[in-house]
């Protein structure tokens, strides 16, 4: 069975502070994404990643970082938390190749920043 | 402009009642296009893709006309368990763009 995981559900930080969000994945996926999702405004990709070590901006890149040093790990790290980051955080993978580019979601991580 | 906009809804349905949701995308270059569906502080998951010839999956059917940029999904029957928030989504290499939604809600 397809999984991604996220490694909290509920987060709470100061700001200022440095977060990292974790996301796995077990499907030996080549693309994962981070997404945010906030009431209004839909998912927005912050990042994605085709291949281990390789990243590229999504739509809203500021603030925020990425890392991929192993295929199955994917890591957003926020290195100043703001009240503005406040959110739903969504982690995905989907295969490459093929034309239906279906994307696996994670639970999603509520990051609150006070 | 969004590039993909949706009505946001609340679509409130009696039970068995037949619901259509539109969808409309900015970038012509869009390649694939799809429905996800996202259940109250769940995730998204892949409800279904839609093809140019329509496609069918029991109550539910996609439509996508590619001249007007223009996405469809008709719910017969309705169920409360289709309860949800419907999100239309347009692929161009791979990078997927959301739709912001629409809610329905199934009543008894």
């Known amino acids: 069975d397809v999984k991604v995981t996220q490694s909290s559900r509920y987060l709470v930080k100061r700001t200022g502070e440095k977060v990292f969000l974790e996301c796995v994945q077990d499907m030996d996926h080549e693309n994962m994404f981070w997404y945010r999702q906030d009431p209004g405004l839909g998912l927005r990709l912050i990042y994605f990643?085709?291949?281990?070590?390789?990243?590229e901006k999504g739509d809203i890149p500021e603030g925020y970082s990425v890392s991929r040093e192993k295929k199955e790990r994917f890591s957003l790290i926020l290195e100043s938390a703001s009240t503005n980051q406040t959110s739903m955080y969504l982690c995905?993978?989907?295969?490459?190749?093929?034309?239906?580019?279906?994307?696996?979601f994670g639970p999603g991580t509520r990051l609150t920043v006070t | 402009r969004k590039e993909v906009e949706q009505d946001p809804g609340p679509f409130n349905v009696p039970e068995g009642a037949t619901v259509a949701f539109n969808c409309t995308y900015s970038n012509s270059a869009s390649q694939s296009f799809f429905w996800y569906r996202q259940d109250c502080r769940k995730e998204p998951k892949l409800l279904m893709s839609?093809?140019?010839s329509g496609n069918e999956d029991g109550r539910f059917t996609a439509q996508l006309n590619r001249a007007s940029q223009y996405i469809s999904l008709l719910i017969r029957d309705s169920k409360l368990s289709d309860s949800a928030t419907y999100l239309c989504v347009v692929s161009i290499r791979g990078k997927l763009t959301f739709g912001t939604g629409t809610q329905l809600k199934v009543e008894l």
């Open positions: 839609v093809y140019s």
């Open positions: 995905a993978s989907s295969n490459m190749g093929g034309m239906s580019y279906e994307q696996y």
């Open positions: 990643s085709y291949d281990v070590k390789m990243k």
